[in-house]
C-alpha cells in the first residue's frame, strides 16, 4: 500500500514539469517556424522557391511533436546564418 502511495504521488508531482516542458517546447518551435517565415524566401509573392518538405513536416508537427520539429528548423535556420531565438 505505501508503494502505491509513493507512486502516485509521484506521478502527481512529475507530470505538471513534463506539461510545463512540452509547452516550452511548441512555444520555441512556434518561434522558429515563425522566424523561418519571415527571414527564409519560400514560394509565392516573393518568387522564392519552394519549402522542403521535412520543414513542411515539421512546422504542421510543432504542437503535437516539437522535439522531433526542432531541430530541422533549427538546422535551416543556421543554414541561412540566422541567429536562433532564445529558448525557453
Known amino acids: ?42 514560394a509565392g509573392d516573393k518568387g522564392g522557391s519552394a519549402k522542403p518538405v521535412e520543414v513542411v513536416i515539421a512546422i504542421d508537427k510543432c504542437k503535437s511533436d516539437p522535439a522531433s520539429s526542432i531541430p530541422v528548423l533549427e538546422k535551416q535556420l543556421k543554414a541561412a546564418r540566422l541567429s536562433l531565438p532564445p529558448r525557453g
Not at 502527481?12 to 512555444?27: E, F, G, H, T
Request: charged share 15%; glycine share 0%; aromatic share 8%.
Open 1 to 42: 500500500m505505501k508503494l502505491i502511495t509513493t507512486a502516485l504521488v509521484s506521478t502527481v508531482l512529475v507530470l505538471p514539469n513534463l506539461a510545463i516542458a512540452q509547452s516550452a517546447d511548441s512555444r520555441y518551435c512556434e518561434a522558429l517556424s515563425s522566424m523561418y517565415e519571415s527571414y527564409i524566401e519560400t
